[in-house]
């Protein structure tokens, strides 16, 4: 978003429908920096807001919500010189929608623990030994497509356990594998895109399709892929390539997914018998207290 915002100062400097006031204004300015805790606040409206899908209505949330606010993102600049940053900045978020997730993804405080990492490692490990075993017991194991698929696929692992992937070597049965640094890579940015569209809320009904979709869309994510392509040092298949990218997303999203349902499940399971146990505890006492009333 920060990076827009420059871009929407620099056109407006570059425009000639803007007076050289406004121009001169707006240099002296210098760089445009939002702080962490407004910037945090742009994110999540576009987040849970305001949607690209329909130009007429996100012109109306956005003036709405952003435009009319400006000031308070930029409180050392003229309200009108701010208002009219956010206005330009408005047409370049439409011309770049096709890839806003992508741009709220990089714009995203967001950070993965080691507790999380562990995690992901596992899944990752559990899913490429899975496709790997799902390609050589297939009855076509021997065509052209599974064989690009299975050399890609061992190019995703490590056969030397990496210092940082220890709940793999600690947990594996020989159905594990230890993953690469690249596939991790691929992993880091779906767990992180993840933890953005799954909310408490959606938890009933989570739209993988859509978020396997979205982010096979991500241009970063697939400059991480290229790397492993080109590591695997045979000629592929672009649909083979393709195919198995969105194999390994899919997967890993509908394990996640199914994971943090059955957690919060879990969760609220043990909240609720806690719950419970304290209310028996509490009928428990009432009726000894009672008891000890009538006898005296």
Known sequence: MSSVLQQSAAKIIESECHSSFIAEKLKD????????????????LFQHKIKFSNPEKFNTTYYNLVVKNSKSYFPDLDYRLSRLIFIKASTILLAMSK????????????????????????????IIHKLHKKFKNSKNWQSTESQQSINILLVCKTSVPCEN??????????GLWFISADLQKILVVTEKYLSLKITKSQLRNIDTLKIVTELMKFKHLKDIYSEIIIKSEISLSKQVEKDLLYAIINLYVTVRCHSTARDYVQKHRMKKSKSNSKAKALRTELKRKALYINKH
């Open 99 to 126: 890839g806003k997730n992508e741009i709220m993804l990089e714009e995203s405080p967001r950070s993965i623990s080691d507790r999380e990492l562990a995690g992901l490692q596992y899944i990752g490990g559990y």
């Open 29 to 44: 300015a210098g760089d445009l920096h939002i702080d962490k805790e407004n910037l945090d606040k742009l994110v999540n």
């Open 165 to 174: 992937q220890k709940l793999n070597a600690a947990l594996s049965r020989g």
